[in-house]
């Protein structure tokens, strides 16, 4: 089977239980202060792009899945995954 | 008796010499190698120490690189029959990212590195790192970390289990949001497993057990790596 090269976005971000001081710094000691008074809410959180070669965009997301459980590249007590995006690269 | 430990050396370990120092020219009855992670070897040992650092850049999440070396699946059969196992700061961090111990550690409430003295509470002075202690003694101990926010979404069983190996406190033992540095659940500083051989805490003995490196000329951190020295003998005998 043919392999194609696919690049996949992820996302991993605190839970809502666990506190986010850099977005909760960036929204109150940045934005409040220069007027964006109409954000009440930033969360930070760390992005990934990883590129794979794998036989459709569902095997890379799965792929990418797998990964992340297996060498806990989210940290499942505190974080969440987000896979924002699988597309062919 | 001499007992035989390891101090882990990672690439961006940087307690490492200060343990080893502590442990040879400092508490007696004690042996201790430094091992790069990739070389250790369990058989030889009585026990182990991950120290404080910055293993592999702190890249990703403080310590889960480092959770995946191989000195970590050696490091587990030491956990699994009993042996101590212990992390220090950069160390805990590592035993949590690893599963050896329950929670995580996230980056302090203030964003700041922090690096003071502090004051630190016996909560269980059963294991591996704390028995030549009294629950509820005070002891001076400096931390020094950015990412020291305990955290754990079963604080209930950590405390039903007697889990809690020290928290954060006053000069007094008072529990108090002021003395607790880091944001840290709870104020904990330190937690250890069921079996109590494996313990992690965020403060670093080695740079307190001796006179001169301390304001109050306390040598409280003795008392930490004097425990380990306790368990192994007791466990042999």
Known sequence: MDRQEFQVEITLMNKPAARDPVGETIQKDLLAKKGYDIVFNVRSGQFLQINLKAADENEAKKIVEKMCNDLRIFNPVTQNLTILKVSKS | MTVKIAVIQFAGSNCDLDTIHILNNVVDDIEADLVWHNLFKETKYDGVILPGGFAFGDYLRAGIIAAHSPAIDEARVMLDDGRPVIGICNGFQILTEAQFLPGALLRNDSLKFICKWVNLKVENNSTALSNKMNINDVLAIPI??????????????????????????????????????????????????????????????ERASEAILSPKKTIHGKLFFDSIVEFIKRRVS
């Open chain 2, 144 to 205: 020094a970390h950015a990412e020291g926010r305990y955290y754990t979404d079963n604080l209930k069983e950590l405390e039903e289990n007697n889990q809690i190996v020290f928290r954060y406190s006053t000069e007094q033992g008072y529990l108090t949001k002021d003395a607790n540095p880091n944001g840290s659940l709870e104020n904990i500083a330190g937690i250890c497993n069921l079996e109590q051989n494996c313990v992690g805490f965020m403060p670093h003995p």
